[in-house]
């Protein structure tokens, strides 16, 4: 196993209280045997002082160096990782313990996040210890492992050394993509490296038709068959195999409901984001090109068009950065996205913010092929400790929604909810034959 990052502390060896309390115990009693006359006593505090002489003289002579870091730095959510912990200098160490402290999204195992190991004589040969504790994220995000404390003792506990803290790691957790799959074509797809059919003739596997050949056209491609039945030379024609660039926008506005992380209750947020990385997957891996706009008053990201899994891994790490800003007021209509004609443009967001709904109106306006998908949910549960009035100007502001995706719907923009593989497929099929569609709920 390779530990990724690492930390180093060294301390020294103190006494216990117990191996205080063995020396102070037996000079007590031979003080009192000696002034009493009572020898019961010498015989009594024997034990002790035989334990205190033995502890001093195995006291642990080694100096022990802690090390820790994480298996992985860069991971799913929903993926396991281990906090690993490299312990040398173990001369005369009896016991080491180790323990994970509790952080925010991060799993522990065991649930304590406690470790404990007996030193063997091999292990003091070989010259390190190495103890192992499960760290694994269950969201999306940059979050800390740790810090970690670990500690030893010598034989009868009489020495201990720490316990010392080491530093918390760092990970980066990727948002992990939800089923997706798109059976329908995506409209208007440009280049020539896709897997779409053209709506016009060109070099491609296609199939398209067979005519009478015209000056340019390639021998390979005359039908020998038709030919020598009509007498005319004909050739088989095809569509160009081409490709399509998906604009993708994440609205990082706003984190609305309770996340419990991967295989639990999800937030607003927290769909966009894997809905986002599923959608931006498909794509690249079909061989179209995905470029991403994160919408964020925090810090917007942006990533250029591009295609392949290293193109994929991108858009995850950059999606991974997302927070929500609502302190910061920011209009999504200052960000020049600069996209061509053709751009299929899919807006991820739990569209309660009007300045985004206006933004993809906009857009559809210009003449771009727009669809936004719905991350709020259908059934959004308003948290408990709102009050009356809280719940009131909530409902107040759904029915204001509901008219202005009714508005950016007739604008144009196909509106669809989040619910996995298949969730495009008719927005995308209406766009591809009509170039504009009304709702799909």
Known sequence: MTVASRGRIENRWFLTQAHLRAIVVPVIGVLGALLAGRPDLLVMVAPLAMIAVWSS???PRGAPEARFGVARVVLTEGDTNLAVLDVSGLDGVELLSTSLASTPWIDRRPRHGSRIALVTEDDVERGRVRLVTGADPIRWGAHAVGPMLVGAVGPWAAHSWGPVPLAERKIRVLPAPEAFDNSAPAPHPRGLVGQHTATRPGEGSEFNSVRPFQWGD???RINWARSSRTGELHVTSSYADQDTHIALLVDAQVDLGRSEGAGGEASSLDRAQRSA???AEHFTRQGDRV???VITGYLPQRVPPGTGKRHARRILEVLSRAKPSTEYSFDPNRVRLGLPPG????VVSALVSPA????AASLAKSGLTVVAIDVLGEHFETPEEWDRLDHLA???RMMEREREILRVQQAGVGVVPW???GSLDVVLRLLAQRGRTGAIR
């Open 291 to 293: 470029s991403l706009q």
């Open 277 to 279: 990385a599923a959608i």
């Open 394 to 396: 909530w409902r107040i």
């Open 343 to 346: 751009t299929l443009v899919v």
């Open 356 to 359: 985004m709904i206006v933004r």
């Open 218 to 220: 390639r021998l390979k």
């Open 419 to 421: 619910r996995g593989p």
């Open 57 to 59: 003289l195995a006291r």
